[in-house]
């Protein structure tokens, strides 16, 4: 579980990274808010967000390379 101090620091800094997004007409896909809830129910840590993230996104970048 995180410490309030933790999990209020990372609430701000993906709205920081959502707000980024927002602006320049993108939206966080399904597959990233799932993430960023389960980063913040402290059920996995950002280097494991990191990890399926490009487990995720990695093979399909390669089939258009």
């Not at 990890?51 to 089939?63: F, G, K």
């Amino acid at each position: 579980m995180l410490q309030p101090e933790e999990k209020e620091k990372l609430e701000h800094g993906f709205a920081e990274a959502e707000a980024s997004l927002f602006l320049e007409g993108l939206t966080p896909t399904p597959f990233g808010f799932s993430l960023k809830e389960r980063i913040l129910d402290g059920k996995i840590s950002i280097e494991e967000a990191e990890d399926e993230l490009c487990a995720h996104y990695i093979p399909a970048v390669s089939t258009i390379a």
